[in-house]
């Protein structure tokens, strides 16, 4: 039963930034795309890290499906550590299946491989990145985890979901707790403390 302190408020269709002191290797520097959080847990997708030498023409290839001249270059997502071999779509909400989620903020996930081949004839969502594994909590960890300061909540969007440059995702999504002082600008990592009353 949550707390007064703990965020009883769904964090869904925002961004957990990775915070500097982040302790967890597989989390550094990373931005998870908050799906679903609610009393059974959370689920969500990195955005701004790929799996190596794995394009999305590889696994239509892969699943027998015919590869599109377009989009076959694509990157395919590493969607975080949980069922690492399962794909899940993230994709724009103007594509829905029986079984989409759609999430707030105008995005859906969906886990089939009929999105896949809508994706490679043309008919499939407008915006949607293929993500191999998921990052996922069981109940109240994301909740401890944000209590120790491991994650920043930052609002979420579909153009920073959507953008292909990985590398700037972190700190631009960093750029958007900077904004919020009025300062404006790069947030300034020095500012940030993982313990209160530190030195």
Known sequence: MPGPSSPAASLVGRFLVAAPSMPDERFRKSVVFLCKHDDDGALGIIVNNSVDDLPLGQVYKQLGIDVPPTGAARPVLFGGPVEPSRGLVLHSADYKREETLLIEGGLALTASVEILKDMADGSGPQ?????????????????????????????????????????????????????????????????????????
């Open 127 to 199: 915006n949607a990145w293929l993500a191999l594994g998921h990052s996922g909590w069981a109940p109240g960890q994301l909740d401890r985890e944000m209590q120790d300061n491991a994650w920043l909540v930052v609002e979420g969007d579909a153009e920073l979901v959507f953008d292909a440059d990985f590398a700037a995702k972190w700190q631009r999504a960093l750029d958007r707790l900077g904004g919020k002082g009025g300062a404006g600008g790069r947030f300034d990592l020095a500012s940030f403390s993982p313990e209160s009353g530190r030195a």
